[in-house]
């Protein structure tokens, strides 16, 4: 499982954000973005033109949720993002003038970070933190292995050490969960199981066990063309979605689970995998679960390394590579590749199979 920060610093950087934040609900005919030397500001002006604020750097996810919102081509958005920042300013504000709208714009340190629809329904970093936090206090011995913000990302890993196994002698698994957010519209509240696997730190997200809220609620509007945007957090409105989260986080180190999911493991570790040609069952389980052929050289790296060829191999390969990647929110998304793996249908693992015996 890939380093990140410990709790305390979690903390602290929750309480900054949260102290950091603006949100605004804006008349997109009040947007306008401008070319400073290279690079793109938005500014939010007034009825007679003139700045409400500081101009807002504009961030990567604001950037594409702005492109998207105004269906200019990604790749022509960032063509222009790289070479002709005028260029792009133009387009913006001819687009954004065409058909204003309320949309919400998410602020931090100064930096346009998201632009969401005005039925965005904010769940914050903060608020999912005091919802979870006490109850991973209450669990005995728990301890949080690996946790990060990035910039669209909270992750939370907490493993149980009071549920143990082995999958096979020696082989030492621990039950978990993952508590995840994203606060600028790329991802839902998530809750999910986490194993932990002793003998190398790797950790295996699972994904088809999962509690999500989606950001999406009822329509914010303002008579106004530029609005503060506030919200109470966590409204009573949602006190069943606090009640709920509680009981997921409880739920996924619950016994019987962590037992299923063992089994699971077990049946994957007598699937055997096509040693005539191990390169090739790589690559074909790899395009077939979204992993980059530079990441699958890396995946296959640390198959040969271990040397287990069997299904439960290739899925701790991918886990014990996402360890390798510079992105925390690639990894994370590995863990969860990983137990898609193991837990393949079996007509796929025969196709992949049969189809790197077919080439050797």
């Known amino acids: 499982m890939k380093t990140g920060r410990t709790i305390q610093e979690m903390a602290v950087e929750i309480q900054r954000q949260s102290d950091a934040k603006a949100d605004y609900l804006v008349n997109t005919g009040r947007l306008q973005m401008a070319d400073w030397d290279g690079q793109p500001m938005l500014h939010l002006l007034g009825e007679n033109g003139e700045d409400q ?43 954004l003038q065409r058909t204003p709208e309320q949309r919400m714009i ?68 621990q039950a978990g969960v993952v508590i995840s957010n994203s606060e600028t519209g790329l991802g839902a509240v998530c809750i999910q199981p986490l194993i932990f696997r002793l003998v190398c730190s790797n950790g295996m997200v699972v994904n088809e066990a999962r509690t999500r809220r989606t950001h999406v609620g009822r329509v914010n509007s303002t008579d106004e063309n530029i609005a503060l945007y506030s919200q109470e957090t966590l409204a009573a409105d949602d006190h069943a979605f606090t009640l709920k989260i509680q009981d997921t986080v409880r739920a996924a180190v619950d016994e019987v689970r962590f037992a299923q999911v063992l089994d699971k ?61 510079d992105s925390y929110d690639r990894a994370s998304k590995l863990e969860e590749v990983g137990y898609s793996i193991m837990t393949m249908s079996p007509e796929l693992f025969r196709r992949i199979n049969q189809f790197a015996n077919m080439n050797v």
Not at 274 to 296: M, R
Request: net charge negative.
């Open 265 to 325: 493991m077990r049946e994957s570790k007598q699937a055997k995998l096509n040693t005539a040609d191990i390169p090739n069952v790589v690559k074909l389980a790899s395009s077939s679960f979204g992993i980059t052929e530079t990441e699958g050289q890396g995946v296959l790296q640390r198959l040969i390394e271990d040397a287990d060829y069997t299904l439960y191999g290739l899925a701790n390969a991918v886990t014990r590579y996402s360890q390798d990647v």
């Open 53 to 95: 604020m500081e101009p807002l750097e504009v961030l990567s996810t604001a950037h594409r949720q702005l492109g998207t919102y105004l269906n200019i081509p990604q790749k022509y958005y960032d063509r222009m993002l790289q070479e002709d920042t005028g260029l792009l300013s133009y387009n913006v504000n001819r687009w």
């Open 106 to 173: 998410r602020t931090m340190d100064g930096r346009a970070r998201a632009f969401l629809s005005n039925r965005y329904r904010r769940i914050d970093n903060i608020d999912i933190a005091k919802v979870t936090l006490p109850i991973i206090g209450g669990m005995p011995d728990a301890r949080f292995e690996s946790c990060q913000i990035t910039d669209d990302f909270m992750y939370l890993k907490v493993v149980n050490p009071r549920l143990t196994n082995e999958v096979v002698p020696g082989d030492i698994v």
